[in-house]
Structure formats: structure tokens, C-alpha cells
């Protein structure tokens, strides 16, 4: 989906003022961060995600036709393609598929605590599901890992410092968004996904969904946020690929009848090779 990006801006400006929200306050309300909203606004997001817009929509407590009137829209559902194997849209995960392991930010924590990685480990374990569903907030981590560890916690600052762009996903993701729709289906900490976009860490696509589990209330591998997933790819659950590191995630999306391939983390040139094989579009 394209649209007037300038004039798009102009139109969430004026609902946000309209509702008596400064940018803050709606960024807060969101889960957006200041710097997205504030590009938006500018008109300098080139195509922002139709799954961003609507979360705006949402907070303003209006429909997204509402918002959005008066801003040209032309739809690309033309321009794209069906693989040979019949795939319309493409999930991929986040965490070990778009992005390299976290595992440095439990050795850097360790260093600087003294604490051992497995103690640090063991803790963020008990809560990471919690957070990830929306449960427990990342400050109840960040206090339960400083109360043990006896420094101050920011996860997010120790996360994002620790994790780089997979290789060679920027330009498969460039490539396949120009034939498929393409998503993220993630099981992720409130507001990291567009914390990570904003840093650049993520591929600079438009991304056509993103299924964030802190967002939807569920994880995977639960079949609740494929439902969802689903449901907001708008296609049936024989034309989505699922491209996951996870084993007992890509199981339960087969279970849902979605197709799936493996992501070797270990071997991002094979893996990205296979994928872009898979996804040759039909004659």
C-alpha cells in the first residue's frame, strides 16, 4: 500500500491535536516512539506500515477510515506476486532470523555485576514469556535482575547494544517485499520492534503487518497469535510462509496449515538462499 506520505502526516497531526494529545503523550498511549511519530508527522517515512497508522488510529479511539480521509491511497495488491508454491505473504521472526542472538547482553551483564550468566539467565527466563505477552512490564525485569544483581538494569539498553542486523536479510527483505507482503511475527518486549527500526537494526522495509505477541497477548508457539497473524495477512493459511529459527514455532504454524522453512542462524548465505528459491514466483 502507497500513500501521500506529506499529506498522511498533516491528517494524524490534526487528529492528534483534535483529541488534545501532544506527541508525547500519544507516543506513550501508543507504544510508538517519539521519533517514529515525529516523522510521520513530517512526512518522512516513506510508506509508514499500515499496522503503524492503525495503532494511531486505535489510541485516537477512531477507525482507521476516519483517519485517514483525504489521503490518497494507491494499492499495490497488483503488483504482487504468488510463488510457484502458491505463497502470498511472508512472516518472518525477528530475534535469530533479522537479528543475530542477544546472547552478548547476559556476558556483558555478568562482567559488569560480577554475577554469573547463567544467574542472570535464569531470572530473565522467569520473566521474559510474562513480558512478551504484556503480563509483567520490562520494568519488573529490569527491578528483579537489579535486586540480584545489585546494579542498575536497563534491558533494553543491554539488548540493543548487543544485537547487529543479520546478515544479508536487508537485501532478501527488499527483495521479497517487492513480490510478496511481507511481516514480522515476533515474540518481543513492549515497543522494541519500532525501537528497533528507528535504530536501524531492523531491514527499512514497509513492513504490511507486524505481529507483536506484547501487543496481541499471546506468544508463540500458541496457536492464538497465528489466528491473529492470520487474520491480518488477509490471505489464507496455505499461502503464508513462516520463516522461523525456532523449531516448536514453525510445528504449530504447520499445525495451522501455514508453510514453513527454517532459518539456520548459523548459515544466513544457505538460509537466505533457500528462501529466496522457495519464493520464485509462478509463471
Known amino acids: 500500500m502507497a500513500m501521500d506520505e506529506k499529506r498522511l502526516g498533516a491528517v494524524v497531526q490534526e487528529a492528534r491535536r483534535r483529541h488534545g494529545y501532544t506527541q508525547q503523550t500519544l507516543?506513550?498511549?501508543s507504544?510508538?516512539?517519539?521519533?517514529?511519530?515525529?516523522?510521520?508527522?513530517?512526512?518522512?517515512?516513506?510508506?509508514?506500515?499500515?499496522?503503524?497508522?492503525?495503532?494511531?488510529?486505535n489510541t485516537l479511539g477512531i477507525s482507521l477510515d476516519e483517519l485517514m480521509v483525504g489521503v490518497p491511497i494507491a494499492s499495490k495488491a497488483s503488483d504482487?506476486?504468488?510463488s510457484q508454491s502458491g505463497i502470498r505473504f511472508v512472516y518472518f521472526d525477528m530475534n535469530g532470523c533479522l537479528v543475530r542472538s542477544a546472547s552478548n547482553?547476559?556476558?556483558?551483564?555478568?562482567?559488569e555485576s560480577g554475577a554469573s550468566p547463567d544467574t542472570i539467565e535464569t531470572i530473565f527466563w522467569q520473566y521474559n514469556d510474562a513480558v512478551n505477552r504484556g503480563e509483567k512490564s520490562a520494568d519488573e525485569l529490569n527491578t528483579a535482575l537489579a535486586?540480584?544483581?545489585?546494579?542498575?538494569?536497563d534491558w533494553y539498553t543491554y539488548y540493543l547494544?548487543?544485537?547487529e542486523p543479520m546478515p544479508g536479510m536487508a537485501e532478501l527483505l527488499s527483495w521479497v517485499s517487492k513480490n510478496y507482503r511481507v511481516g514480522i511475527l515476533t515474540n518481543t518486549m513492549p515497543n522494541l520492534v519500532h525501537l528497533m527500526i528507528?535504530?536501524?537494526?531492523?531491514p527499512q522495509i514497509s513492513y504490511d503487518v507486524i505481529i507483536d505477541s506484547s501487543e496481541v497477548h499471546a506468544i508463540k508457539p500458541e496457536s492464538r497469535i497465528y489466528e491473529?497473524?492470520?487474520?491480518?495477512?488477509?490471505?489464507?493459511p496455505q499461502e503464508i510462509l513462516l520463516v522461523d529459527d525456532d523449531r516448536p514455532n514453525l510445528v504449530a504454524a504447520g499445525q495451522m496449515g501455514w508453510r514453513t522453512m527454517k532459518f539456520q542462524a548459523y548459515q544466513p548465505e544457505e538460509a537466505i538462499v533457500a528462501i529466496s528459491t522457495a519464493l520464485q514466483p509462478a509463471a
Open 27 to 29: 507516543c506513550q498511549k
Open 31 to 57: 507504544g510508538l516512539s517519539y521519533s517514529t511519530l515525529a516523522k510521520i508527522e513530517r512526512g518522512a517515512i516513506k510508506s509508514p506500515s499500515i499496522f503503524t497508522i492503525q495503532q494511531i488510529a
Open 80 to 82: 504482487k506476486k504468488v
Open 105 to 111: 547482553a547476559f556476558a556483558k551483564l555478568a562482567e
Open 147 to 153: 535486586e540480584r544483581l545489585g546494579i542498575m538494569v
Open 161 to 163: 547494544d548487543s544485537i
Open 198 to 202: 528507528d535504530k536501524g537494526l531492523l
Open 228 to 236: 491473529i497473524a492470520a487474520e491480518r495477512a488477509g490471505v489464507t
